[in-house]
């Protein structure tokens, strides 16, 4: 069974510093790997997503994540952060051809301080 | 493209008595999934409905159940509620192709209270 850890279930950066947000995960066969995020009050939107090829990839609002699979890892970093990147965010991992549904981690919310 | 929707959005419920959640998806989708989510366990998978058939199935109770129609709408329905039921359900639709790309649409939810 897969599983995602992500470390950290509060990260508070000043505006304008990098976003580091961890994810690692466990899985017994190459998965798909997923950032969420989840707004006050909302429904999760998908950030970026990584299936095959590239190990880095980029999403919407400035944010990355690279795919390291010896490290078993998926963090997500933007350069820059902006007062709107106030959110929790969730790590996912999916398995390809296998049950259809997300494995989510348990969520960081990132403050962002003026 | 109207996204994917959710009535109720809020509720509040005693203990021991039933609801039935509703969720609309995006037009097209075929496949819908409901998700739980509490401060406590986080994000956990319910099931997934394609074609109006359950493929896959999370580890909850028999009290929580789930149909799909054929025109894609699809509701929940837990039973005999208990206070730990109290929590925020989510509704994700995909096209079934779009699903082996993580491309799930997630609706705003409906919270439940159980009082």
């Known amino acids: 069974a897969q599983s995602v850890t992500q470390l950290g279930s509060h990260v508070s950066v000043s505006e304008g510093a990098l976003v580091l947000l961890r994810c690692n995960y466990s899985?017994?066969?190459?998965?798909?790997l997923f950032w969420y995020v989840q707004y006050p009050n909302q429904g999760l939107q998908l950030l970026l997503k990584y299936t095959t090829g590239a190990t880095l990839v980029k999403g919407i609002n400035g944010f990355e994540a690279e795919f390291k699979k010896s490290e078993t890892s998926f963090h997500l970093t933007k350069p820059s952060a902006h007062m709107s990147d106030a959110a929790e965010y969730f790590c996912a991992v999916s398995i390809p051809g296998g049950a259809q549904k997300l494995v989510f981690g348990q969520g960081t919310r990132l403050t962002i301080n003026p | 493209k109207a996204g994917v929707t959710q009535t109720p959005r809020y509720l509040i419920k005693t203990r021991g008595q039933q609801v039935t959640l509703s969720c609309s998806p995006i037009?097209?989708?075929?496949?819908v999934s409901w998700y739980q989510q509490t401060p406590g366990q986080g994000l956990q998978f319910l099931f997934e409905?394609?074609?109006?058939?359950?493929?896959n199935k999370g580890n909850f109770p028999g009290r929580f159940s789930g149909r799909q129609f054929s025109n894609s709408r699809s509701e929940m329905n837990v039973s005999t509620l208990e206070l730990g039921d109290s929590a925020l359900y989510l509704c994700?639709?995909?096209?079934?192709?779009?699903?082996?790309?993580?491309?799930?649409?997630f609706g705003e939810g409906s919270r439940l209270t159980v009082l």
């Open positions: 899985s017994s066969v190459p998965p798909y």
């Open positions: 994700a639709s995909s096209s079934d192709r779009g699903f082996f790309a993580g491309e799930l649409f």
């Open positions: 409905y394609f074609s109006e058939t359950q493929r």
């Open positions: 037009s097209g989708h075929r496949s």
